[in-house]
C-alpha cells in the first residue's frame, strides 16, 4: 500500500500514524507513508511553518514498523489566500459551519490531486481527530475528492477509541506543540497575538 496522508498538526499526527502503521489491513505486507502538509487555512504564515516545523520534528524521531517507508512530510508553498478566496462570504460562518466544509474541500481536493498524480493507491487525513470536528462532513468531502481525482479514500473517524485523548497523551510525549486553534483566523481566539 502507497499511502498519502494528508497532516493537519503534529499532534492529530500522533496518533493517526500509531493506528495506521499498526493496521495490518493496511500496511500488512509493508509500504510507503508519505505526509502531505497542505494547510492554506492557516494564519498567520509563522503559525503555518511553526506547525509543519513541528509535525517534521515529529517526524524524524519515529522509527516506523518493519516493511513501512515513512517520507517527510511535503508542503505546497503556502497560499492562504487560495483559503480566502475558497471561504469568501463565509467568515461570519460559526466554527463547523459551511466555512470548514470549504475549507476541508481546499485541502483534500488538493490532497486527492496529489495521490493521483504521485502514483498513492489511496489518501487519508487527520482531520478526524480533532474533538470539535465532524467525521462524517469530513469524510463525505474525502470521498467527494477520491471520486473527482480516481484515487482511493481511507474514510476513518480517528477520535473514536480514545483516539483524541491518545493524542493528547503522545503530544505530550514528545513534548509537541498544540495550537489553541484550528489555523484560520476566523477561529482565532480574541486574545492570541498575531503579529
Known sequence: MKLLLHACCAPCSTVVLERLTADRNVF???GELALF???PNI???GEYYKRLGE???FVSGLTPPDGVRLTEPVAPEYSHAEFLQA???LENEPEGGARCIKCFELRLRKTAQAARDGG????ATTLTVGSRKRSADINAVGEAAAQEYGVRY???DFKKRGGFQR???LSREHSLYRQGYCGCEFALPPSRDTT
Do not use: K
Open 154 to 156: 481511507l474514510a476513518e
Open 87 to 89: 471561504v469568501s462570504g
Open 55 to 57: 509535525l517534521r520534528r
Open 167 to 169: 493524542s493528547v497523551e
Open 120 to 123: 498513492f493507491d489511496a489518501f
Open 43 to 45: 494564519f498567520p504564515q
Open 37 to 39: 502538509y497542505c494547510n
Open 28 to 30: 500488512g505486507g509493508g
